[in-house]
């Protein structure tokens, strides 16, 4: 459907009136008239969008979809007139906002990951008495370092019971095991702790100099 040029401008004012977004963030797709096809707002470089169609059963009666939606990827509203199109408007702006402010958790981690460089000759054969002691040595010395790093008292504490329950799975993880549970762990603490940048390289290069030459090149 084709909208008036006060319906769009409608939309756009709301936009405008958004702190955290601008109208240039955004493109407009719309038919020609008489077009059965949906007029769509989207938000540039991504998968986000505001399509509305018309109902041919129903004068002035319309359908919406989005994405995002308020607690699911794609929302679908029932038929609505036009008031009803700008209060879901209204509602994807927020759900809009909300999104983009997000920290994307997934694609962080996937970083973290790709930049360690792990040993190779580590088997996956149980740790000995001797190796199990070498281990637990190790550990300890990267708890005891981590007052070195201005972590807050809750963020140090949290990483040093992962590394108490991580020295306990040693004794019956095999070592490629045990150093792929390390890693992932440390990550994922991290990344619930919320531990900035700066610290997160910190305890990073402590952990490699702790290991090095030991399961981390």
Same mark, same amino acid.
């Given at each position: 459907?084709?909208?008036?040029?006060?319906?769009?401008?409608?939309?756009? @004012?709301?936009? %405008?009136?958004? %702190?955290?977004?601008?109208?240039?963030?955004?493109?407009?797709?719309?038919?020609?008239?008489?077009? +059965?096809?949906?007029? +769509?707002?989207?938000?540039?470089? *991504?998968?986000?969008?505001?399509?509305?169609? %018309?109902?041919? $059963?129903?004068?002035? *009666?319309?359908?919406?979809?989005?994405?995002?939606?308020?607690?699911?990827?794609? $929302?679908? *509203?029932?038929?609505?007139? !036009?008031?009803?199109?700008?209060?879901?408007?209204?509602? !994807?702006?927020?759900?809009?906002?909300?999104?983009? @402010?997000?920290?994307?958790?997934?694609?962080? /981690?996937?970083? $973290?990951? *790709?930049?360690?460089?792990?040993?190779?000759?580590?088997?996956?054969?149980?740790?000995?008495?001797?190796?199990?002691?070498?281990? @637990?040595? @190790?550990? %300890?010395?990267? +708890?005891?370092?981590?007052?070195?790093?201005?972590? /807050?008292?809750?963020?140090?504490?949290?990483?040093?019971?992962?590394?108490?329950? /991580?020295?306990?799975?040693?004794?019956?993880?095999?070592?490629?095991? !045990?150093?792929?549970?390390?890693?992932?762990?440390?990550?994922?603490?991290?990344?619930?702790?919320?531990?900035?940048? $700066?610290?997160?390289?910190?305890?990073?290069? /402590?952990?490699?100099?702790?290991?090095?030459?030991?399961?981390?090149?």
């Amino acid at each position: 459907m084709k909208l008036l040029l006060s319906q769009k401008n409608e939309l756009f @004012k709301f936009i %405008e009136n958004r %702190e955290s977004l601008s109208p240039g963030q955004f493109t407009i797709n719309e038919p020609q008239a008489n077009s +059965s096809e949906d007029t +769509s707002i989207r938000l540039k470089d *991504s998968n986000y969008y505001f399509a509305i169609f %018309e109902d041919s $059963e129903y004068v002035k *009666s319309y359908f919406v979809n989005y994405v995002p939606g308020l607690d699911s990827y794609l $929302e679908i *509203s029932s038929r609505i007139g !036009w008031n009803e199109i700008t209060e879901h408007f209204r509602k !994807w702006l927020d759900n809009l906002t909300r999104e983009l @402010k997000e920290p994307n958790y997934w694609e962080r /981690l996937g970083r $973290e990951i *790709s930049a360690i460089n792990f040993s190779t000759k580590f088997d996956n054969s149980k740790f000995s008495a001797r190796e199990y002691e070498e281990l @637990k040595s @190790k550990v %300890e010395h990267l +708890s005891q370092n981590l007052n070195s790093i201005p972590l /807050l008292v809750q963020q140090q504490n949290e990483i040093k019971e992962e590394l108490r329950r /991580l020295t306990e799975l040693a004794k019956d993880l095999g070592k490629f095991d !045990w150093m792929n549970l390390f890693i992932g762990t440390i990550i994922s603490v991290v990344i619930q702790l919320s531990i900035t940048k $700066e610290n997160v390289e910190i305890l990073w290069n /402590l952990i490699k100099s702790t290991f090095n030459n030991y399961f981390l090149k």
